[in-house]
């Protein structure tokens, strides 16, 4: 009687009819999961490297001027940079312009412009970017981009919403000082 029922638990046992739908069955979920994790990831990447771009962009384009700025010009470079990000997301931009003063060994903000989400720059916030910006000579001006954009993951795959940042720094290069006419700026020519 035990010898049936154990050459019927043999011949289930090396039965393989159907065992490709259920490696299927088990492997479907996690080979999806994978899939969208990476297409997270990927998305995620892709749009901290537009923010750095743009960020590079607007800096660069900025280092060039050397007619004073203005409101409208600042605002077309928001525009720029959320054109360049190509996503609906909640953004801002900082343009700040510092002097360094070699006598005090501090920076000083010339000019601070704030389009999009964040706050102006405040008296403080030199201070805390002082480790941040480079080594100037004695007088000498530095062009300070700042960027953000709140970011959500398409999926929930391991990413959590997070705030995209980058800070640049440039020289100019045709002017000594970039200029901020808020109206008040005397022509001299």
Do not use: C
């Amino acid at each position: 009687m035990l010898a049936p029922l154990m050459s019927r638990l043999r011949g289930f046992r090396e039965d393989r009819d159907g065992s490709y739908s259920i490696e299927a069955i088990l492997v479907l979920p996690m080979l999806a999961w994978a899939i969208l994790a990476m297409f997270s990831y990927f998305d995620g990447l892709r749009l901290a490297n537009a923010n750095i771009k743009a960020a590079h962009t607007i800096s660069d384009v900025l280092s060039r001027e050397s007619s004073p700025i203005n409101d409208a010009y600042i605002d077309g470079t928001y525009r720029l940079m959320t054109f360049l990000i190509n996503r609906g997301y909640d953004s801002a931009l900082r343009v700040s312009v510092y002097r360094y003063d070699g006598d005090d060994q501090q920076f000083e903000v010339m000019w601070s412009e704030t389009r999009g989400t964040s706050g102006q720059m405040n008296a403080a916030t030199p201070e805390q970017n002082r480790a941040r910006l480079p080594i100037t000579a004695d007088g000498d001006t530095i062009i300070v981009v700042e960027t953000w954009m709140d970011y959500r993951s398409a999926f929930v795959m391991g990413l959590k919403d997070t705030t995209l940042f980058n800070f640049v720094v440039t020289s100019p290069r045709f002017a000594p000082q970039v200029l901020f006419d808020d109206g008040t700026l005397v022509s001299t020519s």
